[in-house]
């Protein structure tokens, strides 16, 4: 592992045996276990923020009747052509 920080951590007992028996399964080392949980949470938090941004935008700039109307009947339309 290239420039690697050594670090202690603090768990509750419960989380560990979790852990423990997580990366036995995975085969995986502690620091691999660990590295991959945090990169994972790191990931799920630039989704959650993406996925603010993206409804921060969408209520500044909210769709109008017209444009809700459109899309409607144009999916109306395209199901028409459909050998249902």
């Known amino acids: 592992m290239n420039n690697a920080i050594k670090t202690a951590i ?12 997580l990366r036995h399964q995975a085969g995986l080392s502690r620091s691999a276990l660990y590295t991959e949980a945090l990169k994972a949470y790191f990931e ?17 700039k909210p769709e109008d009747l017209s444009v809700i109307s459109a899309a409607t009947a144009a999916g109306a339309a395209s199901l028409k052509k459909e050998d249902w």
């Open 44 to 60: 799920f938090q630039l989704v959650r923020e993406k996925e603010a941004r993206y409804g921060a935008g969408y209520e500044g």
């Open 10 to 21: 603090s768990l509750p007992a419960g989380v560990f045996r979790q852990a423990e028996v």
